[in-house]
């Protein structure tokens, strides 16, 4: 079992940044490639990113290539997703996730989730 909980969200100007952290529980979070999904309302949850096991790989969704950094520390049994040049159109309640597989962008094949932070950035 694995328990995420996400930090970080709040209400930025276009343009600005935000940093957002994903504790998780246990003593296995190595153990797990860690993704971080969104869903703006009224639309599917979607893949934003996803880094290996160890932090050495990582995936982004063409939308948020070159703005977002995905990266964690597994000493901390964190993820983080660093945020620059947001838009409007990243507005959205954004999730962590954990899976036993990488790389992974479906949704359905994570395991675990947070609870969700909103991020809601002003135009």
């Known amino acids: 079992q694995v328990q995420l909980v996400e930090s970080g969200g709040g209400l930025v100007q276009a343009g600005g940044s935000l940093r957002l952290s994903c504790a998780a529980s246990?003593?296995?979070?190595?153990?797990?490639?860690m993704g971080w999904f969104r869903q703006a309302p009224g639309k599917e949850r979607e893949f934003v990113t996803t880094?290996?096991?160890?932090?050495?790989?990582?995936l982004y969704a063409d939308s948020v290539k070159g703005r977002f950094t995905i990266s964690r520390d597994n000493a901390k049994n964190t993820v983080y997703l660093q945020m620059n040049s947001l838009k409007p159109e990243d507005t959205a309640v954004y999730y962590c996730?954990?899976?036993?597989?990488?790389?992974?962008?479906?949704?359905?094949?994570?395991?675990?989730w947070g609870q969700g932070t909103q991020v809601t950035v002003s135009s």
């Open positions: 246990g003593r296995t979070f190595g153990s797990y490639a």
């Open positions: 880094i290996s096991f160890s932090g050495g790989s990582t």
């Open positions: 996730a954990a899976t036993t597989m990488y790389p992974r962008s479906s949704a359905r094949t994570y395991d675990y």
